[in-house]
């Protein structure tokens, strides 16, 4: 497996509060994503970094913002959670913009009561 | 924006059948459209590929094929085995990266003994 830790791996949380999940990769690649999976949505990217302190919005990035001070660490912050925002999140990673093959973590279940 | 539609949202087969999920999508800049498997409680992992410079690929018993023209493409899984059970993404990216990739909404194969 591709060396990507997500941390945590589960979370129960209040509406309002802010939220921080951690993706840490030990393979160097350049590019890192955050997505969600929500049933009947499939997979939908909210950020995405090509580089430190390079990042960009995705299709669902509205409440959410990223930061990535190294290139092995990509965090994704929910300022006040939502229970919209009740989701399986996932990161990937990959070493090359042209269609190289993507890396996921195991993802991390967060609810929002 | 593109749109991917993948049908059926469920299929059972036979161990030992085929199976084959299509997928339709709605930009014709579309160039590059990857399948995943998704396990209980994993990250999706790509299992093939295939570019809009090309038809058909195949990698033992899995195949993909690609129709430009009607803009679908379909993944074929021949003499299916119990471990072929899991949720099956299509996607498609407009752009040179997985940053714009699109995902359909799901698959779950299921494989009877």
């Known amino acids: 497996d591709a060396g990507i830790t997500q941390s945590p791996r589960h979370k129960v949380t209040e509406t309002g509060t802010p939220v921080t999940l951690r993706c840490h990769q030990t393979?160097?690649?350049?590019?890192m994503y955050w997505y969600r999976q929500d049933p009947g949505h499939g997979l939908r990217l909210i950020h995405y970094?090509?580089?430190?302190?390079?990042?960009d919005k995705g299709e669902v990035s509205d409440g959410y913002s990223v930061s990535r001070s190294k290139t092995e660490d990509f965090l994704l912050t929910l300022e006040s959670a939502t229970s919209s925002q009740t989701s399986v999140y996932f990161c990937?990673?990959?070493?090359?913009?042209?269609?190289?093959?993507?890396?996921f973590g195991q993802g991390t279940r967060l609810t929002v009561v | 924006g593109e749109n991917v539609e993948q049908h059926p949202s469920t299929l059972s087969v036979q161990e030992g059948d085929s199976a084959v999920i299509k997928c339709t999508y709605s930009?014709?800049?579309?160039?590059?459209f990857p399948w995943y498997k998704q396990e209980l409680g994993k990250g999706p992992q790509l299992i093939i590929d295939?570019?809009?410079?090309?038809g058909e690929k195949k990698d033992q018993r899995i195949a993909v094929t690609l129709n430009k023209t009607a803009k679908h493409f379909s993944l074929h899984i021949t003499e299916t085995q119990p471990e072929d059970s899991a949720v099956y993404f299509c996607a498609a990216s407009t752009g040179f990266g997985n940053e714009k990739l699109t995902f359909g909404t799901g698959t779950r194969l299921t494989i009877i003994p």
């Open positions: 930009d014709s800049a579309s160039n590059y």
């Open positions: 393979e160097n690649h350049r590019y």
């Open positions: 295939i570019r809009s410079n090309v």
């Open positions: 970094s090509y580089g430190v302190k390079d990042t």
């Open positions: 990937a990673i990959s070493g090359d913009k042209n269609g190289a093959e993507a890396f």
